[in-house]
């Protein structure tokens, strides 16, 4: 946070991409509405004002908010709890669930695969995905060790061109699945968009951000 | 690397140099919390940095187990451990040497740490704690005291802005233990991360108690209703009452001091069994320390808490330059003895030759004794 002669003034980081649309009404009807620029595609802006004077806005990609919250950057952000599984920040708090971007993660592989093999029998697999510490605790939860080849996105590609078998991905519709001949097979999580705090900056001001959650704990209600 | 000596300088991943003025700045900061520690009654005890493994880690010392460095003792061919916190020592010293002293018993510390690995937000694996313990006591004046205590050392260092944050770990795991919870570990875990969905899910019946909980943070003001207004089970009553009256006697003693209460977090205070708290900065990252209630190896009832001094070094402005004053060649003695008594730092030049100005500028003085006399450069 800046804090200067003045007031301090926070940051809400959000994430880039589809999330964004199902946010703005969010955010308006909690009195957080972003300044025009915000929507504009080709703003080379990149902290943009709010309805609220104290509070702006950063746009980044929707794994760097957790980083940023983390470690006290911004001071409130939006993310999925695929993220937030992923990096278990101990400084992050997760108060609100706002409903939106819901989706899964979950195993996928080949469909002629399915019904081959015994998964009762693995002891090493090979996973492509952009969530490996997820990735890895899941299967070591039943004994089975994860081998992960960290991707940032296409994981669909990784069975057809034999990077991996399997992968574990964000599944919405499971349209993107189908197109490329795979079945998911395991579910790890239900993902919904998180409002995320910063342990610190909560308690030591616990009127500013305590306030900016209630209004949006009420928004998310309404909406 | 393109140069094979830089490898004779790397230190290991969470290891680092104090270098001048830091490492100055850091022991200062050490004697100015111990005179504060000692002008409440705390005296200080010196436990060794390593113990054997089974004493450091009996107990309320179990906690650490996973953060403590490991060697074997070729002399009594017993396992040992390098110590990754004091409390659990200052415990044992209480316990054993100092049994027979009279309760309450006030002991304070000040030392490295070494830690297996360093965390996400805090990577340093090597940390220097100041820190007390109040030990054998179960009264809530003793958890303000700590709090107290705590505000004024760091008042005194000149920590500008401190926030107390006052928990009750125990009072959520008391709740989902008397509430018939036979593991409470994956709710206390979604409580943690304030994980309102989680807590949702998990929860069943119990979730509306526990959001209550979680939404009973804030300044007192506003949370002690919150908070007295929740119906609990007994024991978490108890933990709920306890907290309340530290919040409430802290605030009568120090109506000043920034208070936060959050009861339900529990994260880092694992050996911990009554109220806790942790000390914050506004816009500083990481803690400046953290303290609370336990129970130490001889079961006795115990409070007190931990400064961090690499937090605490890295928050506070800069200290002043000491004034430097170069002496050529054949000053006389007693001249420079004056000076130092007078508070300068004197720099004794060691060779004839180079022109004194310009030595004096490249060894990082402001002034010239010259002639008998002080010379601005």
Redesign the interface.
Known sequence: ?T?GTGA?TFVLALPKGRILRELTPLLTQAGLGPEPDFHDENSRKLRFATSDPKLEIIRVRSFDVATFV???AAQLGVAG?DV?LE?D?????????LGIGKCRLAVAEPAEMVGEDDPNRWSHIRVATKYPNVTRAHFAARGVQAECIKLSGAMELAPTLGLSRRIVDLVSTGATLKANNLVEVEHIADV?S?LV?NR?A??????EI?GWIERLRAAAGAI | MANGKDHQHLLPAGLKDGLPPDAAFEAAMVERLMACFASWGYERVKPPLIEFEDALLSGMGAAMAADTFRLMDPVSQRMMGLRADMTPQVGRIAASRLKSSARPLRLSYAGQVLRVKGEQMRPERQIGQAGVELIGTESAAADAEAVLLAAEALKQLGVAALVVDLNAPMLAVSYLRESGIADPAPIIAALDRKDAAAVKELGGALAPTLQQLMNAVGAPAQALDRLASIALTPSAAAQRDRLVEVATLVQAAAPDLGLNLDPTDHRGFEYHTGVTFSLLGRGVAGEFGRGGRYVNQAGEDATGFTLYLDTLSAALPAPKPARRIFLPRGASHDAALRLRQEGWVTIHALDNGAEDEKEARRLGCSHLWRNGAIQML
């Open positions: 946070m804090v301090p983390a470690f006290g709890n937030l990096f920040y101990p400084e992050i708090y997760a108060p609100i669930d919904t998180r705090v610190t909560w308690k030591t001001y616990p009127e305590g």
